[in-house]
């Protein structure tokens, strides 16, 4: 079965190789996920897209892509023409992900979308989250310290830093002991697979069965804690479900999964392109350890320079036409917010990484009604983990000049971050 699986994903690069040259021929331009060369850096073809195809009909993908600002967030915003309900799907449409059956509050429109956003809203109020900032600080602290010591010694920021930050912050926030965070770690990366493009079917199986795994871990915790007046996340869901106040044990179960994965691919991802894009970028880092006031402004320009987050999907309710192309009913429409983030109709020398940056807001937590709900958190991770490694090191150097992406197009992160940390003379 697995040769089969490989046979087959291998004529499936094969085909989008053929339809991308004939789409670059006769547009000027493609997007092929498929693509390595796409995977490890996307931007030059976003911005020959941007520049030649803006409104793009994909024969690889069977849908249209969108790569300029003003038409990522035009779509992004207008639910009343582009739904996330896979039922509007036609039938060209079917590469889109999620599959109809996953992810079910992420394939939802108002008023349902609504009424599930509004239950899980009170897992990030301003009381959570502040008791949500001691875990945060505690555990940054706890990581760079291990993470610093030993000069010599190279440590991998993905690995021992931005991923354990974030799968902490997610366990302490649903209420789950640490010493579950093993399947955790291997249960998350699994089930995130079923939003991407370029999944091979193996890789959707063991996705398929990682999101069973966890709906059972949910459902059998929502039941445990439908009495607990705990202030945990599942605790909270399990209430609503036990009262029947706007959420069903599916959809709660269902929340809980959708909230684990965002809260610690986003994040986890966040910190580690964040970091890139210091090393990258010296003279930025320089500036924001003289000037830490300007942390705020710095988390939100690695959002915008390298999201982590690229993609986003639609489906057409309605006959639109944008750049004087026709988007019909059922057409899958693939918001590529990373190129829109980098458009320089929206941002004055988009490639610069600039952490004094002025402009629009970034399309990285999405736009409109589905905006992420856990952005907050993302930036309080982020911004607590930097403060901690640029107060802790007087240099950080990559061991890795060439550190690779994972294989991925709508999550975007490094497989690892090999540095070297030199500890600020003066700390224990």
């Known amino acids: 079965m697995r040769q089969q699986s490989t046979r087959a994903d291998r004529l499936r690069r094969t085909v989008a190789r053929g339809a991308g040259l004939w789409e670059t021929v ?15 850096n996307p931007y030059a073809v976003y911005a020959a897209l941007r520049r030649r195809s803006p409104v793009h009909r994909s024969a690889i993908l069977g849908s249209w892509v969108l790569t300029r600002y003003e038409d990522v967030a ?7 023409r582009f739904s996330n309900n ?27 979308h609504s009424r599930l956003r509004r239950v899980a ?16 600080a505690r555990s940054a602290a706890e990581l760079v310290e291990r993470a610093v010591q030993g000069q010599a010694r190279t440590t991998d920021w993905i690995a021992d830093v931005a991923a354990p930050l974030s799968m902490r912050v997610m366990l302490q926030m649903m209420g789950i002991p640490g010493e579950e965070r093993g399947r955790w770690e ?11 493009m370029i999944a091979a079917r193996d890789e959707r199986r063991t996705a398929h069965r990682a999101g069973t795994e966890m709906q059972h871990y949910f459902t059998a915790l929502l039941r445990q804690r439908s009495e607990s007046d705990e202030d945990d996340a599942v605790s909270t869901f399990a209430r609503q479900v036990a009262t029947g106040e706007g959420i069903s044990m599916a959809e709660a179960s269902d929340m809980l999964s959708v909230l684990m994965i965002a809260g610690n691919e986003t994040t ?5 392109n964040g970091m890139l894009a210091l090393l990258r970028y010296p003279e930025q880092m320089q500036m924001l350890r003289e000037e830490p006031a300007r942390i705020d402004d710095a988390i939100e320009e690695m959002l915008r320079f390298d999201s982590p987050v690229q993609t986003d999907f639609r489906i057409a309710k309605a006959r639109v036409t944008m750049r004087k192309r026709v988007i019909n009913p059922g057409d899958g ?23 004094t940056r002025k402009g629009p807001r970034h399309m990285s937590f999405g736009h409109g009604v589905h905006y992420c709900i856990g952005a907050e958190l993302a930036r309080m991770e982020a911004r ?36 070297r940390l030199e500890r600020r003379t003066g700390q224990a």
């Open 268 to 272: 986890t991802n966040l910190i580690g």
């Open 86 to 112: 896979p039922r509007w799907r036609g039938a060209t449409t079917s590469v889109l992900p999620p599959a109809p059956d996953d992810y079910s509050i992420l394939l939802m429109d108002p008023p349902d």
């Open 333 to 355: 429409v693939i918001l590529l917010t990373g190129s829109a983030n980098r458009d320089g109709a929206a941002f004055e020398h988009p490639d610069a990484f600039d952490i």
């Open 26 to 40: 006769s547009r000027g331009a493609t997007y092929n996920p498929l693509s390595r060369r796409v995977v490890q």
């Open 384 to 419: 607590t983990v930097f403060g901690e490694v640029l107060r802790s090191t007087t240099r950080i150097k990559l061991a890795d000049e060439e550190p690779q992406y994972r294989q991925s197009t709508v999550i975007r992160g490094l497989a690892a971050l090999p540095l």
């Open 74 to 80: 035009a779509a992004a915003k207008d639910h009343e």
């Open 186 to 196: 291997a249960w998350v990366p699994e089930r995130a697979r079923l939003l991407e």
């Open 121 to 136: 809203s009170r897992a990030f109020t301003r009381a959570h989250l502040d008791v949500l900032g001691e875990t945060i």
